[in-house]
């Protein structure tokens, strides 16, 4: 059965919401940019609560070696998601000193930047699309890695079960698409991705 992350959880509440719909992992925004952006004061009740619970994902781009890992640190992160120009060395490097899996996500919007993401040996491979929108699922048998695969971008309850049988992936991965508002979980959508995850055919 295809895992679900919920990302872009920025209260303890959505957290706890998102293990009781049987999430996977949780996801941690520490992007500047983000609407969906968590402190590390709010984020820590969380990992305090949820650690062994679940996976807690740190997404993290472009940031400084030493910040990503005393993060994942100071937190327990169980998962650091890099999702900027971070190369192949950089995320190896996040993994031996954390202890974290380590998650290269990759942007997607040609069969290149797909094929590019077999130089990461990471833990997880994620493939995103990109401005909140899908790609083009079927560039994902360009992968031809037996890595571990999560499928983010522009995913909702209504197009989740589509997805996972089109790229067969480990996990999916969702934000905007079960949201009332940035960074606020809607209970109904929560529950309506999770189980259309759960009834895809894979």
Do not use: Y
Request: charged share 25%.
């Amino acid at each position: 059965m295809t895992r679900v992350k919920l990302c872009g959880v920025t209260s303890l509440d959505d957290a706890l919401l998102c293990v009781e719909h049987g999430a996977w992992a949780i996801g941690l925004i520490f992007v500047a940019r983000s609407p969906r952006r968590i402190r590390l004061s709010d984020a820590a009740p969380i990992t305090d609560a949820l650690r062994r619970r679940v996976e807690i994902a740190g997404v993290f781009e472009n940031a400084a070696l030493d910040h990503v890992v005393g993060t994942a640190t100071e937190l327990g992160l169980s998962i650091v998601q890099l999702h900027g120009d971070e190369g192949p060395s950089f995320c190896a490097e996040v993994g031996r000193r954390t202890g974290a899996k380590v998650m290269k996500a990759v942007r997607v919007r040609t069969a290149e930047q797909v094929r590019f993401v077999r130089t990461f040996h990471t833990d997880l491979h994620m493939l995103d699309g990109s401005g909140g929108e899908p790609f083009d699922w079927s560039l994902a048998r360009e992968r031809r890695s037996d890595i571990p695969l999560v499928v983010a971008g522009g995913l909702t309850p209504e197009n989740v079960g589509e997805a996972i049988e089109a790229t067969r992936p480990f996990a999916v991965d969702v934000a905007r698409g079960v949201e009332a508002r940035p960074g606020v979980k809607d209970p109904g959508k929560v529950e309506a991705f999770v189980r259309a995850a759960e009834g895809a055919l894979v």
